[in-house]
């Protein structure tokens, strides 16, 4: 289990990919006072950071394509190329009309697949995870996940559903319904097991 740290209260809002950073300095090394060697180390191999990275870069270069037609487009062509490497090394898939608010931690990236959903603060992704479109019965929504969700490996998550803000889903669950803030959710189908569920310590690090 990473360690616990928490950020000053008066602590100010960081971009995107910082408060990334930030929460995975916290969680596997040693916060702010990491050293720069191993913080150059990290951002050089760390291949969860690399999936990250591209994901916000996407982000960015839709931001650059709305302001400017041509450099959006020179963006656009680097993310292409740079998320194709990531799909086909790491495994891993993160659409750039995602919504994934700051302080997303990628715990183990093979298998992860993420549509076009909104994912708040602090979400913790474990591998094999899928979340995305239900497709069957003309379902074509997408989740809207709320802040400190942690998101166990194996786990589905489809269609128009909400989960409420510091959820836990379990390993292997498979969720297509509404979840409650604080609660448990394990099975196929998914089902609340316990109610004003502690997930802190599984979260980890977390950014303001």
């Keep these: 289990m990473f360690r616990q740290l928490t950020p000053p209260a008066a602590a ?19 916060g702010e006072q990491t050293s720069l060697s191993k913080k150059i180390a990290f951002l050089l191999t760390n291949s969860e ?30 993310h292409r190329i740079w ?3 990531v799909t086909h090394i790491h495994h891993c898939e993160i659409s750039p009309r995602a919504q994934i608010a700051p302080g997303f931690l990628l715990m183990h990236r093979t298998g ?5 959903a909104k994912i708040g603060r602090n979400a913790v992704i474990h591998q094999n995870v899928t979340i995305g479109q239900r497709v069957s019965g003309g379902d074509h929504g997408l989740p809207t996940i709320g802040d400190n969700v942690w998101v166990g490996p194996g786990a589905i998550i489809t269609g128009a559903i909400v989960i409420g803000g510091d959820a836990t889903i379990s390993a292997g669950t498979v969720l297509s319904r509404d979840v409650p803030a604080h ?10 097991v316990t109610q004003n569920y502690d997930n802190r310590e599984m979260l980890g690090h977390v950014v303001a």
């Excluded at 992860?112 to 076009?116: F, Q, R, S, T």
């Excluded at 609660?183 to 609340?192: F, I, T, Y």
């Design 49 to 78: 950071f690399h999936c990250v990275a591209c994901y916000r870069f996407g982000r960015f270069a839709n931001r650059v394509k709305r302001r400017s037609v041509v450099s959006g487009l020179l963006f656009l062509a680097i």
């Design 12 to 30: 100010p809002r960081r971009g995107a990919l910082s408060a990334d950073l930030a929460r995975m300095y916290g969680s596997f090394l040693q």
């Design 183 to 192: 609660s448990l959710v394990a099975g196929v189908p998914g089902r609340v």
């Design 112 to 116: 992860v697949i993420i549509g076009a």
């Design 83 to 85: 998320n194709r490497w």
